[in-house]
């Protein structure tokens, strides 16, 4: 079964490559270039080697907003991962009923991401959106403009509103490629409702599962634009996670050479925290023949 | 164990069949002996797959009943009639072993570990999968993984019949006789209920003890493989069994003599009456094994054009066109062909007759 | 499907629609608003529907022409994506060759980029070779992140299909591109489509590089949604009714793509 050896299929990666390198390598480079830097202005460049590095490694607003950023995106996992598993276990299997579900279940997927705060924002507000107003009838004092609490909670359930569909769809393809016969086989097993689904349809969703939670954790470590939209950051920095944090550097502050120390420090925590939870669930999947 | 009847059983996935082609399977009865290896052989669409899943409950049938061991179990599911299967692809569980893959099906009865560790390996030893046990079931060959489906059946002392749907699919050719031995095997060791579903001649013959021959919905013959090959009841068991199948002559009555093409065929009297009564679509079947070369006019025999000649190493096969009917016949490998014109014997004593398909005579 | 897990099956399904629907429900139902009514009595359904804020977006360039441009570099992105993906999915999924796993890693990396922090970079980038405010800007820049998406579905549907099938072919005599074409594509139509849909959504959902690297020419409707807003005050009706509109072509694509999600993939090799 192992793939033969074929130096020329480097050839078929070749358009892919330049595709991808034109737009990644240079700003990379740009990137690595302003890191060891102090851009005093567009012409006077100084050499400061690890300065901006140590000092990055030791702001506690820094510190601060990664704890914020590990917890949302850990959040975001243990919420959406199990709800859009739940999610695609629940839609029909075929018809046309299966079709509209997907339709409606995919809907916020498709919105551009500064709309998806945009309707929260509407939404939230307690004097002209639905779900504030509903909130405030009820007798709780919501506000996601001022309270770190209830902003903090707005912008997880926009999360979870926004990307379980993600997760339920790709989960919701990995069930539909079950053949029946592992249904039936486990029906003359005598196997239980939740038998099927640990030792069938989990192991089967293990490759989609895979995707939906690396991309779910890189996109959600990166969460830029929709808290943006609904919060700005605020109230206080309750809600500014570490994009925000670094583009105000970037752009607000002007301080290149920081917030390019910054995003490789950033870059490198996430590809860290992938690699982790990848073979985390390789090994998930291998390791329990004795369960 | 159970022996297994149908009675009048039949299934459309319509509602209110009305014609014969609304059936699926159309409504028959039958009797399988207890602790017999049956197989369903058909080509495909021929409802041979719909008759297994509901003789393991994954189908309620529309019409009729399902008895074992004279209990009705027409609407039990899969789980209450104690069958097993084997399907076409291996279904195993991936993440288990493969000693838990055959211990789940008792786990999940709920008996205790000891006992379920000894059946385990009498099972294990039994297909010769004790080496393998602690090995993760995924990484096994497709052979392998069919007789881990195969032993999650017989780990349970309350099977009343297995089930194989074309289970030979997915292996390797050279490992499919192996299989098969196996197989043939365990039924002799204990004796259960096999039913084996089949599009190939080869595998139903070699492994059952009486073949189910369906075609469109419906079961045309049950036999031993020998009655199948001498007997067929039906003009498409003789076609669809053997390699090349029975010839098949159309025969007209209309003159004085039966004619076959264009040719006289002189057979017996009383065998022209019957068949005069019979009524219409009469055709002669011969199978290729029992065609002889005969003299030219003798009776009985016909002339034919040589189409073609084939050594077969232990046969000779001809094929021959009488009057633009194709006819085979499998001669002795040392027969000479001269020319191209030869006479066959066609009325022999292991020639039959049909009436719209269905066996009249001989 | 035992009658007691229907149930069960059919409130959550119930639940999560509604939790999806309300709040869009709601943008919709601000569209169909006045923003004196959107700011006065609070009602759950509009009490004099009127499509005048859509009739604004219809008849003012700046709007539509957002929309345009959105779906002229989104499609740009897709099938270029889709393009260079699969030949060199093709080949990490039938062979091994110097550094394959590194370049599949490195590729997965470049979804792993913030692009908050590229943004400059890729500012100078574009600049410096005169692509800023077109399309193939923003349809270049996003291939950064669909590329790599790209490349891994559709290595997991190739590894579905069997080897033999293309010995077979090439024992026929077909050329690779025949092959590829003729036989190989139509095997993976359905990852074909899945990619493509991936690559779509996220072309038109992007905003940050989407809106650095344009100006005028090549604004997408998101961009033009921020400004106006700040511009005009609070133009909620207006806002409304482009967020609505920006979801027709989302709808639309996952309307093609269902069957091949409803058919079901597994990526059981990655």
Redesign the interface.
Known sequence: M?????????L??V???V??A???I???M??VNYSVQDIISPTQHVFVGTEWFRMILNDPDLQDALVRQLVFSLCVLLIEIPLGV??A???P??GWR??A????????????????G???Q??GRS?????G?VLTQLGIDYNYTAHTRDAWLTVLVMDV?HWT?LVA?LA????????D??Y??A???????F?VFR??EL??????L??AVL?RF?DSF?I??EPF?LTGGGPGNATTF???Y??QK??GQFD?GP??A??LI??LI??LF?FILYNWMQRL??G???? | MACIEFRDLGHAYRPNPATAGDYALQPMSMDWADGGAYALLGPSGCGKTTLLNIVSGLVTPSHGRVLFDGRDVTALGARERNIAQVFQFPVIYDTMTVFDNLAFPLRNRGLADAEIRNRVHEVAEMLELSNELKRRAANLAADAKQKISLGRGLVRKDVAAILFDEPLTVIDPHLKWALRRQLKKIHQQLKLTLIYVTHDQVEALTFADEVVVMTDGRVVQQGTPEALFMRPDHAFVGYFIGSPGMNLCPLSLAGEAATLGGQPLALPEPMLRALREAGDEIRLGLRPEFVRLAAAGEAGAVRARVVQAQPLGNSLLLSASVDGQLVRARLAPETRIGGDEVWLRLVAPETLYFSNDVRIAG | MRKSRVLPRAITLTLYVLFTLLPLYWMLAMSLRTNEETLGAFSFLPMAPTLDNYRVIFTDPSWYWGYLNSISYVLINTVLSVLVALPAAYAFSRYRFLGDKHLFFWLLTNRMTPPAVFLLPFFQLYSSIGLMDTYWAVALAHMVFNVPLAVWILEGFMSGVSREIDETAYIDGYSFPAFFIRIFLPLIKAGVGVTAFFCFMFSWVELLLARTLTSVNAKPIAAVMTRTVSAAGMDWGVLAAAGVLTLVPGALVIWFVRHYIAKGFAMGRV
């Open positions: 192992s793939k033969p050896v074929n130096q020329k299929a480097l078929l990666i358009p892919m490559f595709c991808v034109f737009s990644a240079m700003p990379l740009t990137v739940a999610l276990l629940a839609m299997a075929a299966a079709s579900t997907l339709v409606v279940v995919a809907m916020p997927l498709l919105i551009p991401w500064n709309v998806v945009t309707v929260w509407i939404f004097d002209i959106g639905l779900g107003y509103w569909p769809l919701y393809a990995g069930l539909r490629a079950i053949p016969a592992f039936q086989a029906e003359i097993d005598g196997a239980s409702r038998a030792y069938i192991p089967k969703m293990r490759g989609v895979m995707i991309l890189m990166m830029y634009t939209v570490l994009s925000q670094l583009t970037a752009v290149l917030a390019a910054f995003s950033y870059f996430i590809l992938c999947g291998q329990d023949g004795h369960a």
